[in-house]
């Protein structure tokens, strides 16, 4: 299995100290499949190729194989050490970690600029042909040279096979080809040579910072990449559309003030955080979790309460942490003050082992910005593996908007809203998912109570309940 990369920016010698290899020596690297070897074919002021060669060695990989299916010979007469695979990823994870991870002391400046790159895999599977290949690179700036191997050249008549003779060419920065090497060749070759989990899901994440995102295939991609596991991939493009949007942050702040001016004349947010306040003090928490925390109001309020030793502020919006952090004054806190405050970037609909272990957890207006379809996400997510032993959750109540001079007929409160809940509608949700998670559930009305619709806003205290 062979990779090289060609640059012929000059000097091209630079690129042994992108890959932290020098040209002049042949270097041998073992792996647990294995020998990697890089070696320099050619390496002047205008031309310099670096090759990684891996020697896997079949024998050792079916000894240690669980599953035995197959042909017989399977296990030891196979395409693995020759086309490129996730073996190959793993190689340049290991080989060339640093450059990978873009650190490079001796030409730092080069690390981030866009240099005359071409890789070459002379073997490499393409289960989807030619069409998906270029599928996957076009759209990240490569042009492609691809040559399809038949089966067997003396044989003609059998036709042809999944592997190509691939070159890509683009000016990108050195890092950047190795993470779309290390996605998308096991995409193409649609095999893993190792057990995909969650862990597997981070990697496609930070390989793919920066351009899965917006990826016109990222849907094939996810799916391929973590060997076709529904719920991974689910929670792979559910963790990428956080940030698809051009500007969230910009249309939240902006709902958050016609909100805020809607509920004004009720001072309902002033009422709404002493009343959660009043509920997370209640029982003596000392461990809180603000759960879309936003500019911080609430976790104000939280500091200012010496019972709280330990809080957390948990947003999906850089924006919303960089405005908490200036409210609070954490550059002007001592440093007592903050060690107890940590904010944290994430969604609530997939699993942060950061937020497991606390006492309990406020989500103030934040589930009616959830798609309807991410409910169940949510609450696996926080009353299943979080759960903390009280959580106190507000949503508005869809009822009372008729009561709001200045809110139109038919408009949510806010304009990210994805719905509002009746009171029957609240209470059915809450109801279940307490029973699914083993909560016990006690409503609350915010506010002044209308005869006809009801409080302004509804809050519901989940309190764990203890094995019996």
Excluded at 92 to 102: E, S
């Amino acid at each position: 299995m062979l990779l090289t990369v060609t640059t012929t920016h000059r000097p091209a010698t630079d690129l042994g100290y992108l890959l932290a290899k020098h040209p002049a020596r042949l270097q041998a690297f073992d792996l647990a499949f294995g020998k990697a070897h890089v070696f320099y074919p050619e390496a002047s002021e205008t031309r310099c190729t670096a090759a990684l060669l891996l020697d896997i060695d079949p024998v050792s990989l079916s000894r240690g194989r669980r599953d035995r299916g197959g042909a017989p010979l399977e296990p030891y007469v196979n395409d693995r050490p020759y086309a490129a695979s996730s073996f190959l990823s793993v190689a340049i994870a290991q080989v060339f970690g640093t450059a990978l991870a873009g650190r490079c002391k001796e030409r730092s400046e080069l690390v981030e600029t866009p240099i005359p790159l071409r890789a070459r895999l002379p073997s490499l599977p393409c289960r989807g042909g030619e069409g998906l290949l270029r599928e996957l690179f076009e759209p990240l700036g490569y042009r492609i040279e691809a040559e399809r191997k038949p089966l067997d050249p003396r044989f003609i008549d059998w036709g042809d096979s999944p592997y190509f003779d691939v070159t890509l060419e683009a000016s990108v920065r050195l890092r950047d080809l190795l993470d779309h090497l290390y996605v998308l060749v096991p995409v193409l070759d649609d095999q893993k040579h190792y057990w995909v989990g969650e862990d597997e899901l981070d990697k496609l994440l930070r390989h793919g910072e920066g351009w899965l995102a917006t990826h016109p295939a990222r849907e094939a991609i996810a799916s391929r990449y973590l060997k076709h596991r529904r719920s991974l991939a689910r929670e792979a493009l559910d963790r990428l559309t956080i940030d698809e949007q051009p500007d969230p942050e910009a249309a939240e702040e902006q709902g958050n003030t016609e909100e805020a001016a809607v509920e004004a004349p009720l001072r309902l947010n002033d009422v709404r955080l002493a009343m959660v306040l009043a509920e997370l003090k209640r029982g003596g928490a000392a461990r809180v979790l603000d759960l879309g925390c936003g500019e911080g109001k609430l976790l104000r309020a939280l500091l200012a309460e010496r019972q709280f030793t330990d809080i957390v502020g948990l947003d999906v919006s850089h924006r919303s942490l960089e405005m908490a952090s200036e409210r609070l004054g954490t550059e002007r806190m001592s440093e007592r003050e903050r060690q107890r405050l940590k904010l944290l970037h994430g969604s609530l609909t997939y699993r942060d082992q950061r937020l497991v272990g606390f006492d309990a957890a406020a989500v103030v207006e934040v589930i009616e910005h959830l798609d309807p379809q991410r409910l169940e996400a949510f609450a696996r997510v926080l009353f299943g593996h979080t759960r903390p032993a009280k959580i106190v959750l507000t949503t508005p109540n869809a009822e009372y908007n008729a009561a709001f001079p200045n809110l139109p007929a038919g408009r949510f409160r806010h304009r990210d809203h994805r719905f509002e809940w009746t009171r029957s509608e609240f209470r059915a949700w809450a109801g279940l998912t307490a029973s699914q998670f083993g909560y016990a559930v006690d409503f609350q009305p915010v506010g002044a109570e209308d005869p006809v619709h009801g409080p302004a806003t509804q809050l519901c205290v989940f309190s764990l309940l203890k094995p019996t």
